[in-house]
């Protein structure tokens, strides 16, 4: 057996180094299953709504645990549940919202860019999120006027 050269030793060093860095990396993102038997040992349902109760509170954690077991991160839920007082007119239009939006509404940045990392429709939250202002405040507005009519001619 012939002794390596120095040119050999340093490619195997760097082929070694390559695979360890390849090997780290990998370990980076939970695996699917993984992140289930995680929220398993926490005794956490692998459920939307309990996804939706961590997601209110700005735990970005087991947000991020949830969205590694394969939460849809174009999941719409219904905007009632999601604690949004909606007056039945608006209701109608838009009885779901996505999960961006509310946590762009609660202002949970880090939950936000993990969902926009696992691919969540930034601009369609955006847009529905414009609608929805629109008709409450169209509602509001139609409101006041009824108001504001039966001010000025009682029955």
């Given amino acids: 057996m012939q002794p390596q050269s120095k040119q050999q030793t340093f490619y195997h060093g760097v ?4 695979l360890a860095v ?19 040992s926490r005794h ?19 947000a991020s645990i949830f969205i590694d077991a394969g939460v849809d991160p174009n999941l719409q839920v219904d ?5 949004y007082p909606t007056p039945p007119s608006v209701y109608k239009q838009f009885p779901n919202i996505p999960i961006l939006l509310i946590a762009m509404e609660r202002q949970h940045q880090d939950i936000e860019e993990l969902l926009i990392k696992a691919g ?22 139609a409101l006041k006027e009824k108001v504001e009519q039966r001010l000025r001619f009682p029955k």
């Fill in 15 to 18: 082929i070694l180094l390559l």
């Fill in 120 to 141: 969540a429709d930034k601009e369609k939250a955006i847009s529905i999120a414009k609608a929805y202002t629109k008709a409450e405040s169209d509602h509001y507005d």
């Fill in 44 to 62: 956490i349902p692998f459920t939307e709504k309990v996804f939706l109760n961590y997601l209110i509170r700005g735990d970005t954690e087991v």
């Fill in 22 to 40: 390849m090997f780290l990396s990998s370990g980076c993102k939970r695996s699917q299953e993984d992140a289930i038997g995680e929220l398993q």
């Fill in 79 to 83: 905007v009632r549940e999601a604690g």
